[in-house]
């Protein structure tokens, strides 16, 4: 695929942006459900783990691109709640791969200026994984770069759950109105609390739901399906993912401007 002319911050770091799309039009905020681990590495003959490891591959390409790119933040689905009910060896390689990654790639990280945040009810993880959290979020919350998002062990309507709980706290301490309660307040208690909802949801291996992410913040995503199963999510099928984005009319439950029906109203 042609690109633009190459803008060079430093030796390693090349920032291109695939040529006909609109920079001024991309997402600021991209979620992705990363689906596909399993039966890429079961289509090699290889156990899941190398999928997953696989996997962590391909989202260390997508987050430096959509770093070059201007992608103010990113937002995956790492390990869901419903993810405890798979065999237990698996599990365990899941947690010791978190470990491992945040370990090796924090350095990297916190070089290219990432904020790295884990949103989901941590509580239930190893201890030594929750302490590499703290230490991550820790050292690169001042960091002024693409803003970093890791869902682990989090459910959607966990999390509503969670919030619904937190605001009827307040109003039993009789620091809330009830009637006081509306959109802004209610978001406010979410864990995407400092983030702006996503604008573009991708959902690798061609699966059609969301299954339980980000149910609140999705209300008004594009949502773009591929079949490329997530260890083969690459340049490529980023840009398309943004291209398929950007030929979208968001209207947000209006007509769109433009339209005929728009002007005859």
Same mark, same amino acid.
């Given at each position: 695929?042609? @690109?633009?002319?190459?803008?060079?911050?430093?030796?390693?770091?090349? #920032?291109?942006?695939?040529?006909?799309?609109?920079?001024?039009?991309?997402?600021?905020? +991209?979620? /992705? =459900?990363?689906?596909?681990?399993?039966?890429?590495?079961?289509?090699?003959?290889?156990?899941?783990?190398?999928?997953?490891?696989?996997?962590?591959?391909?989202?260390?390409?997508?987050?430096?691109? #959509?770093?070059?790119?201007? +992608?103010?933040?990113?937002?995956?689905?790492?390990?869901?709640?419903?993810?405890?009910? *798979?065999?237990?060896?698996?599990?365990?390689?899941?947690?010791?791969?978190?470990?491992? /990654?945040?370990?090796?790639?924090?350095?990297?990280?916190?070089?290219? %200026?990432?904020? =790295?945040?884990?949103?989901?009810?941590?509580?239930?993880?190893?201890? *030594?994984?929750?302490?590499?959290?703290?230490?991550?979020?820790?050292?690169?919350?001042?960091?002024?770069?693409?803003?970093?998002?890791?869902?682990?062990?989090?459910?959607?309507?966990?999390?509503?759950?969670?919030?619904?709980? %937190?605001?009827? %706290? *307040?109003?039993?301490?009789?620091?809330?109105?009830?009637?006081? =309660?509306?959109?802004?307040?209610?978001?406010?208690?979410?864990?995407?609390?400092?983030?702006?909802?996503?604008?573009?949801?991708?959902?690798?291996?061609?699966?059609? @739901? =969301?299954?339980?992410?980000?149910?609140?913040?999705?209300?008004?995503?594009?949502?773009?399906?591929?079949? /490329?199963?997530?260890?083969?999510?690459?340049?490529?099928?980023?840009?398309?993912?943004?291209?398929?984005?950007?030929?979208?009319?968001?209207?947000?439950?209006?007509?769109?401007?433009?339209?005929?029906?728009?002007?005859?109203?």
């Amino acid at each position: 695929m042609s @690109r633009t002319s190459a803008i060079t911050t430093d030796q390693t770091k090349v #920032c291109t942006l695939p040529t006909g799309l609109d920079k001024g039009r991309l997402p600021s905020h +991209i979620a /992705v =459900i990363m689906d596909g681990n399993g039966r890429w590495a079961k289509s090699r003959g290889l156990p899941r783990a190398l999928g997953h490891r696989a996997g962590v591959e391909a989202l260390k390409t997508t987050l430096r691109l #959509c770093s070059d790119w201007g +992608i103010k933040a990113l937002t995956v689905y790492a390990f869901s709640t419903e993810n405890w009910s *798979r065999p237990e060896d698996e599990v365990n390689f899941l947690m010791a791969l978190f470990e491992r /990654v945040l370990q090796n790639e924090l350095e990297s990280l916190q070089n290219e %200026k990432v904020r =790295i945040n884990f949103l989901g009810d941590l509580d239930s993880l190893p201890r *030594r994984l929750q302490q590499l959290i703290e230490e991550a979020r820790n050292l690169t919350a001042m960091n002024k770069g693409i803003s970093f998002n890791v869902c682990t062990n989090y459910g959607g309507r966990r999390e509503l759950v969670l919030a619904a709980q %937190k605001l009827a %706290k *307040r109003s039993l301490n009789g620091d809330l109105d009830p009637d006081m =309660i509306d959109e802004n307040i209610f978001a406010s208690e979410l864990f995407t609390a400092s983030l702006v909802d996503p604008d573009l949801l991708i959902r690798t291996s061609g699966e059609r @739901r =969301i299954s339980n992410f980000l149910l609140w913040q999705l209300a008004y995503a594009e949502i773009h399906v591929t079949d /490329v199963l997530w260890p083969d999510f690459d340049e490529q099928a980023l840009s398309k993912a943004l291209f398929d984005y950007q030929s979208r009319c968001r209207r947000f439950g209006g007509l769109d401007p433009m339209s005929s029906e728009h002007h005859h109203l």
